[in-house]
């Protein structure tokens, strides 16, 4: 579900620079055409149910509950046994001092990691270098030369890109694991970025190397995309305690969207400092950075019920070597 909302986020690029490219349309419609889909998510959040753990948690409603349970889960599922664990939980909570709940319950140490890992996951989302191709890819290539109506229609393949590798991420990432997916595809789109920035640096970065700079860009999108992307919101729902999760996923939101205005703020003034290869390759370190934070501390999460994340975190027992044992 929460890679539904990823793949709308696709979908949105991939109309957006559409719309922009043929320019069919005045940026005014453009912009108010945006009330459409959120009508419809309106609607359809109308016919959204509880979540069964609020629905246990805050108001004791466990029938109500199990109605949920056995609409979501698939026939055969052992709903009771599910029930039994969210309502343990529920008294321990109620035993649970305020202080460990919401905001002041950040400050715990069992769940820092949890924090640590969330937040970084967000922060290289960003870092990844994915906003700095979307935002900007049209403009960086005019500035090297490029005709504007040519680098509108790459944006309109790297958006294409983008959204299909969202459909494969989607259909993939429980059977694959998401530590194990995002360590696979986190150096393709390194590599993505080092050749770009390589091809810019030694001066083939114009209208004479469309192939390589355009294959370079695709690359980067199709590992990007279909692995480091995925996780940025899809840990946030995951892998925070109850007692702390929306404090925990406000933190998380806001550390993405923070990094994400960082480098819409900073990018061309970078680009003005260094040159555009240079930025790239800087980038690129960030991806080779992520790989190395992936692999030390997020662990497989693929698989795992919310109680079981929290009951390895109350043990201190978050490394990914710890989730492999058990």
Same mark, same amino acid.
């Given at each position: ?6 793949? +709308? $986020? ?19 419609? %453009? ?6 889909? %959120? ?5 359809? &959040? ?16 466990? !029938? ?13 599922? !052992? ?12 008294? &321990? ?5 305020? +202080? ?15 924090? $640590? ?16 191709? $979307? ?54 789109? %390194? ?98 950075? %992520? ?36």
């Amino acid at each position: 579900l929460v890679l539904c909302f990823q793949l +709308a $986020i696709g979908a949105g690029i991939v109309i957006a620079t559409i719309v922009g490219a043929s320019e069919a349309v005045s940026w005014r419609v %453009a912009i108010g055409a945006a009330a459409a889909p %959120a009508l419809l998510m309106l609607l359809g &959040q109308l016919r959204l149910p509880e979540s069964p753990r609020w629905l246990i948690l805050r108001h004791g409603r466990k !029938d109500r509950a199990r109605e949920v349970l056995e609409e979501l889960r698939p026939e055969g599922h !052992d709903v009771a046994a599910e029930l039994d664990e969210i309502a343990g939980l529920a008294r &321990q909570q109620e035993d649970t001092d305020r +202080a460990e709940r919401g905001w002041r319950g950040l400050r715990q140490p069992w769940v820092r990691p949890a924090l $640590i890992v969330g937040c970084g996951i967000a922060a290289f989302t960003q870092l990844s270098g994915i906003e700095m191709i $979307i935002y900007y890819a049209p403009t960086i290539l005019t500035d090297n030369g490029f005709p504007q109506a040519d680098a509108l229609r790459i944006s309109v393949a790297l958006g294409v890109v983008y959204l299909v590798m969202m459909i494969v991420g989607l259909w993939v990432v429980d059977k694959v694991g998401r530590r194990r997916l995002t360590l696979v595809m986190v150096p393709g789109a %390194a590599l993505g970025l080092f050749a770009l920035g390589a091809l810019y640096v030694t001066g083939h970065g114009t209208r004479a190397y469309v192939p390589a700079i355009v294959g370079c860009l695709l690359a980067f999108m199709f590992f990007n995309a279909g692995g480091l992307q995925l996780m940025g919101w899809l840990t946030g729902s995951e892998i925070h305690p109850l007692s702390v999760r929306s404090a925990a996923t406000s933190v998380q939101s806001a550390t993405l969207w923070s990094t994400n205005l960082l480098i819409t703020l900073t990018l061309l003034t970078m680009i003005n400092a260094f040159g555009v290869g240079q930025v790239f390759w800087i980038y690129a370190l960030f991806n080779v950075a %992520a790989w190395l934070f992936v692999w030390r501390r997020m662990p497989e999460l693929t698989g795992r019920s919310l109680e079981d994340i929290e009951r390895h975190l109350k043990e201190r027992k978050f490394r990914p070597r710890d989730f492999a044992r058990s």
